[in-house]
């Protein structure tokens, strides 16, 4: 009997370790699997039941978990809301996260690797695990003039610190508030959702980076930069600025926004033709450069990047083999040239910072619960995109953009703006887009910024007076604070 | 079958004299309670952010009934394996600790619904620990030797039947979540099967004492294998048909599978023949496949068993959720209260283990599995070292019935095998379970200490030579 009863021993020992095994297999190797699967409700009830961290302004919270005594422990409350929601972006039980929610997720919810020491404390102690937090560039103060300038209007405002990337502002409009998408009641998350889905402006769009619009006469500081770039042209050299330019190989005439020459004799300095925004002048120029310098130009601005601030950024284009006509189309920022409103903000901030683009970045500091430091902002040197000596002259003509040309609209007492405008026609049925993007001061900028407003009018003029006056308010924000 | 053994000096009987370890039984018994009070007291903690009253009740009451029957034990079986019951207690403890911890989560839904609290089961599982405790103490002064019940062979073999059948009686029978183990008398429900279980493997060790020399005889040689005659085929094909009719009246697989493979385990640790397992594993295979292509319940557990996402709102729903609980305990779990074991329905009952699996993490999953594994090696031991044969037929009967029903249930839950409804021994909640279980354990002491116990030593002055004389 006993060697039979051996034999039971390791018998049952094997069921045993067959339990084993298999315990192993579901805890430890097919654990994530399990755990990402759609469905499992546990995952999302241990998301809310930790305490995410907050996403801050300077020290307030612009995103925050507050207790509920509901089954989801932890409620994500947005203090200001919508004019910050293009940042945060929201928290959602149904929808998922968006915006610094979703790229800082790691951080915020206390998974990110680096947070493992702490989750072990947190742990051991008995403690509920606590996320970290996340600190914007944000200027709280650029913020509010951004947001006040543009709601009620269609469309986006992005500010850049042009020494540093550190983006200082960036606001869409319409926008929608956080808080109703991210309750813990799905039923009203999803008829608030289905309105903002239902609604022709779209408000989810993070019009800021994510959409990309053509940047008209904005575009014109690119050309003139690969302009002055080329060694053959300096603020003095003497353009022809007709009435019109026929599109090379077309019967196509292109005006002039006035309709009339763009000096004397239609001939017209660099420098002048940017502050009247002459284009003829610039479609001439965009030929005589041709579409391959515009784009190595505009690729050292961050054309045809896609930038992670960490929200991902949509990638702006320029066309990829136009043909003459449409290489002078390109070079006054029509066609198929398509910007986001970040990337027009970092064309002026790399002119205003001495011909030196800076990667754009929203993320100041990542901090764990006991606000240690996790990673802090740095600033990153993109591309060389002009000389010190070009980006000075071009800097000195976008100046007199706005001293006396088409953006008066900037001019803020005692200090000097450089700027440009732009009206950029989407298609033939549909109302203008009217930028305006500058910087101030001029030497040594604090501050550069771009804002488009969609469904402006249909001239010129619309850049300087829809656009420029939120470009002055945000920039006074961040020189007078 | 005793022989007598003969010792040498008398110096060297007193030399060999037996510790009774009673004292290592005490420290680890305390040392389990404190473990299984902190487990509550986390686990409320954990839940509730509070210690709720009935926390201290609990565990105030299953110390003092481990104590009790920890001096039950001194008296009565003080010579018993000091093992045993600390491992038992702490598997009962540990199950009492998450039934308490399901009882606050339902409480707190309860209470987030405005509703009445529901009952506190852990305070039942406790009172049923008690009764448990007790009947295991019935067993050690009604059983003072085990082969006593060798008496009554024939009748423990007709109660066993009785009470596995007792299910179908009509207007006795009780059928709960699709199978009908239960039986009702007045306001008490009750799984005869599991008493049962504790009565078939006493029968079954004394018939097999009494028959394995015939069921050892060999007729043929196949492939190296003796071939049992022809008319000892009966008692294997009797049990193998009341284990079908088990799963056909009854829709329990659990059972059927248990005591056919308790009664082929001890078939062959009786006989030393492998045939039998051969035999027995054929039989199962064909049993199997019978079932599958007979009823449909069979059926739709392999199904879920084999693509239980495809069912993850329906028949799968229990094993998916029990499936994420262990996923998202990982390694080290949640931590005692701070998971969401109360997501697997009747997670209190069959799925318990997924409960400690998700909170205590598969370091506690395996502490789980690695108790049940001492308490099967010591019965295996206590056989193993055992005199008489039915000592060690019925001791290692019990060890087939833990380690499958350990294996069915655990297997089931975890998905190695398609799930099949038994209670975790001493875990589960539910007071039949607990009963027999614990009248399992007092046969395993009484047998332990039956094993350990020194022999009496009987001295002549006169004699150059010691006679041993076997204890009566």
Known sequence: MSRS?????????????????QLTRLQVLRADELNAMPGNQRTLLIEYSRERGPILVDRAPIAESIETDDTLKYLRRYPDGAPYASATGFYSLVFGATGLEKAENA??????????????????????????????TLDAAAQQA??????????????????TGRILAQVQSPSFDPNKLSSHDSKAINEYYDALDADPDKPLLNRPIAKTNPPGSTFKVVTAAAALESGRFTPDSVLPGPATYTLPGTNVELPNWTGTECGPDGRVTLAEALAISCNTAFAWLGNELGADALRDQAEKFGFEEAFETPQKVATSRFPEDPDEAQTAMAAIGQFDVRATTLQMAMVVAAVGNGGVTMRPGIVEQTSAPDLSPLETFEPSQFADALTPEHAAELTEMMVGVVSNGTGSSARIPGVAVAGKTGTAQTSDDRPSIAWFVAFAPAVNPEVAVAVAVEDAGTNEVSGNQLAGPIARDVMEAVLGG | MSAPVVLGAPAAAAATRQPTRRNAELGLLVLVWLVGSLGMLLASEGAAAEVVP??????????????????????????????MLPTAAALNLLGIAMIARLDIAAALRAAANDKEPPAFDAIDQVLWLGVGVLAAVVVLVVVRDHRNLRRYTYLWGLLGLVLLLLPMVPGLGLTIRGANLWIQVGPFTFQPAELAKVVLTIFFASYLVQTRESLALVRHRVLGLGVPRGRDLGPILVVWAIALLIMA???????????????????????GRRSWIVLGVLLTVLGGLLAYSLFGHVQVRVKVWLDPFSFATDQGYQIVQAMYGFASGGIMGSGWGRGYPQLVPFAENDFIFAALGEELG?????????????????????????????????????????????????????KLIPHTGLTTPFMSAGGSSLLANWIILGLLLRVSDHVRRPDPVIVRPDDATTEVVARA
């Open chain 2, 362 to 414: 598969l370091v506690g999953a395996f502490a789980v599995v690695v108790l049940f594994a001492i308490l099967i090696q010591r019965a295996l031991r206590t056989a193993q070292a055992s005199r008489d044969p039915f000592g060690a037929l019925l001791v290692t009967g019990y060890a087939i019935i833990l380690g499958l029903q350990v294996f069915v249930v655990f297997g089931g839950v975890t």
């Open chain 2, 54 to 83: 009935q926390v201290w009740t609990v565990i105030g009451a299953a110390g003092a009934i481990l104590l009790g029957m920890h001096i039950a034990v001194r008296i009565l079986a003080p010579y018993a394996d000091p093992i």
């Open chain 2, 249 to 271: 009246a009854q829709t329990d697989l659990g059972t059927a599978v248990m005591i056919f493979g308790l009664f082929v385990g001890m078939l062959y640790v009786a006989t």
């Open chain 1, 107 to 136: 951080v915020l919810s206390g998974e990110d690797p680096r947070l493992f020491v702490d989750r072990m404390q947190q742990l051991i102690a008995g403690r509920q695990t606590q996320g970290g937090a996340v600190t914007t």
């Open chain 1, 146 to 163: 951004a947001w006040q300038g543009i709601r009620g209007k269609t469309g986006s405002v992005v500010a850049i610190e042009p020494a």
């Open chain 1, 5 to 21: 009863l051996n034999r039971l021993a390791l018998g049952l020992l094997v069921l045993m370790v067959a339990l084993l095994v």
